[in-house]
């Protein structure tokens, strides 16, 4: 169950992120520039980076590692993945 806030934080972070981005570009952009073109782009490309990552996210065996000894061994000794 702790391997799906692997997914979910950062998935939350990111569509946060890009939704204040294309507020920002919809309502400050300048009226017959690129902006709106520029927004409906980055809007296609998160949704397909989304897309990808819940895919690679659900592609990966879980039950070959156990994440809370990755991550203790990652955080007490980092010089090894070096």
Do not use: C
Request: charged share 15%; no cysteine.
């Amino acid at each position: 169950m702790f391997h799906f806030l692997l997914l979910i934080i950062p998935l939350f972070i990111y569509i946060i992120l890009a939704t204040a981005l294309t507020f920002h570009l919809k309502k400050y952009g300048l009226s017959g520039d690129a902006t709106k073109r520029m927004s409906k782009v980055f809007i296609a490309v998160s949704i397909i980076l989304i897309i990808l990552t819940i895919f690679m996210f659900f592609s990966i065996d879980w039950e070959e590692f156990e994440i809370n000894e990755l991550l203790q061994d990652f955080i007490f000794r980092p010089y090894e993945y070096y």
